[in-house]
């Protein structure tokens, strides 16, 4: 298991818009989608990944607390499902039900969503205000499956609460830290070491 940090994408950057199906409710979700929300939170996530286990609990109430909100949420997830199958639609499809998901998960099969926004590992969270530009892009929080520290949300949860109430986002942030994504073979991106 690589580790692999977030590549923590120029704040400021717009949200690359995106035409990916809904695993669940097989809806084409993309930026319009989330027209009338505040705020975006764009995730990569996988089924396999240890860290993505680790905090998929927590996920999984961020779409429950944040679903009567103003911020709108989509999950992605693009690893090669050939060689990684539990990362292929039906069970991110299953993933979604047993976790409870509120929000859309979207398989990239192409992989080009994940390198429009310089995705580098799972989970990788970019944060979105009104305006589609970024404003967060780290961790969850500083829980890793290892070092036991509870999984809180602190971080990320900081960052949805400020684009929400209108006031500036810390620009202080902690890359996220998970697995690397699958990349299809000769498909890596050039900002993937």
């Known amino acids: 298991m690589a ?9 400021g950057t717009n949200a690359p818009d ?3 199906l ?10 319009s989608k989330f027209a009338d929300k505040k705020a975006l939170l764009v995730m990569f996530i996988c089924r396999h990944c240890p860290f993505v286990k680790h905090v998929q609990q927590e996920l999984a109430k961020l779409g429950k607390d944040y679903s009567q909100s103003d911020l709108g949420i989509v999950a992605i997830s693009a690893n090669d499902a050939s060689n990684y199958p539990d990362d292929a639609p039906d069970a991110l499809k299953a993933m979604a039900h047993e ?12 992989q080009e969503t994940a390198k429009a926004y310089t995705a580098a590992c799972t989970p990788d969270f970019f ?3 009104g ?10 929080d ?7 520290k509870p999984v809180t949300g602190a971080d990320l949860r900081a960052a949805i609460e400020a684009v929400l109430a209108s006031k500036p986002v810390n620009s202080e942030q902690k890359p996220s830290i998970g697995c690397n994504i699958k990349w299809k073979p000769g498909n890596e991106p050039s900002y993937f070491g």
């Open 3 to 11: 580790l692999t940090a977030s590549t923590m994408l120029p704040l």
């Open 18 to 20: 995106f035409h990916l």
């Open 22 to 31: 809904d695993v669940v409710s097989g809806e084409m979700i993309s930026l």
């Open 99 to 110: 976790l409870g998901f509120k929000f859309p998960l979207c398989y990239d099969e192409s």
């Open 127 to 129: 944060l979105f205000d």
């Open 131 to 140: 305006d589609r530009k970024l404003v967060y892009r780290g961790q969850l």
């Open 142 to 148: 500083d829980s890793r499956p290892s070092n036991n």
